[in-house]
C-alpha cells in the first residue's frame, strides 16, 4: 500500500518504496497524462490497473485528479491499496506550482524550504527524474520544450539530465518515438483525445536491458491495447 507523503526528492512513496522501484527487475509503470478533470475515467484507469503495476507517472494537467485521488484514498483503504507505490508527476501548463491538501504530505521539510508551507501542500515541479530498474525516466508536460516544433528539445532535456527514456504529454496525441539512443513516451490523453486517436494512457515496462511500453485505449465497455497512427 503506498505511502501518502510527498518526500524531498518531490515523489510520493515511502523511502524504500522509492528505492526498492529503482531497482526492482521487470518494472511495470502507468503513465497517464491530461486528465483535466476527469476524475471518473483517472480513477478507473487506477482502480483497473494500478496493483499490477509498480509506478505511476503524470506527465502533467492532472493536479485537480491526483489530489482528489490522495484525498479519497486517504478514507479509503481498498482504493489506496490500487495505487502503485510510488508516484512521480509533474506540473503542466494547466496546473499550480502548489496545491493546498490540508494536512502534511512532505516529510523532513528543510528551513530553506519552508518560504512555503509545503508540509501542507502538494508540490507540482516542472520536471521530475524517476528510476525504474536503473532506468532513469525523465518526466516533463513538453510545452516548456515547445513540442509542436518537434521533440528536439525533449532530447536535449534528456541528455542535460543523462536520461534514455522521456514521459511527456501536452499534444494529447499518443506516440513511441526514437531519437538517437533516446525513448519519448506520450500516452495521450485519458480525457480529451486529438487528431482522431482514443482516450488512452500507457503502460511502461522496464526491463534490465531495455524498455517497452504499451497503449491502451479507453472505451465505455473497457481497455484494449491498440498501436498509435503515426504522422507521416
Given at each position: 500500500m503506498i505511502t501518502l507523503i510527498q518526500q524531498n526528492n518531490r515523489l510520493i512513496g515511502s523511502l524504500d518504496d522509492i528505492q526498492a522501484l529503482s531497482c526492482k527487475k521487470s518494472a511495470r509503470v502507468l503513465v497517464i497524462s491530461d486528465?483535466?478533470?476527469?476524475?471518473?475515467?483517472?480513477?478507473?484507469?487506477?482502480?483497473?490497473?494500478?496493483?499490477?503495476?509498480?509506478?505511476?507517472?503524470?506527465?502533467?494537467?492532472?493536479?485537480?485528479?491526483?489530489?482528489?485521488l490522495i484525498l479519497e484514498a486517504r478514507a479509503d483503504s481498498n482504493l489506496q491499496a490500487s495505487i502503485p507505490s510510488v508516484i512521480a508527476f509533474v506540473q503542466g501548463n494547466g496546473d499550480p506550482s502548489r496545491y493546498p491538501m490540508g494536512f502534511t504530505i512532505k516529510a523532513d521539510c528543510k528551513e530553506e524550504e519552508k518560504e512555503f508551507d509545503f508540509s501542507k501542500s502538494l508540490y507540482f515541479p516542472q520536471k521530475q527524474i524517476l528510476c525504474v530498474n536503473n532506468h532513469d525516466i525523465l518526466i516533463t508536460h513538453g510545452h516548456n520544450e515547445h513540442i509542436y516544433s518537434g521533440l528536439e528539445q525533449l532530447y536535449f532535456k534528456a541528455q542535460e539530465n543523462f536520461c534514455k527514456v522521456v514521459c511527456y504529454g501536452h499534444s494529447h496525441y499518443p506516440s513511441n518515438d526514437y531519437n538517437k539512443d533516446c525513448t519519448l513516451i506520450n500516452p495521450g490523453?485519458?480525457?480529451?483525445?486529438?487528431?482522431?486517436?482514443?482516450?488512452s494512457f500507457a503502460i511502461l515496462t522496464a526491463e534490465d536491458k531495455f524498455v517497452d511500453v504499451a497503449f491502451i485505449k479507453i472505451m465505455e465497455s473497457g481497455f484494449s491495447l491498440f498501436n498509435p497512427v503515426r504522422f507521416a
Open positions: 486528465t483535466h478533470g476527469n476524475y471518473k475515467t483517472f480513477k478507473r484507469i487506477i482502480t483497473e490497473f494500478g496493483k499490477t503495476c509498480d509506478g505511476l507517472i503524470l506527465c502533467g494537467d492532472c493536479y485537480a485528479d491526483i489530489t482528489a490523453s485519458c480525457s480529451l483525445p486529438r487528431g482522431g486517436q482514443p482516450a
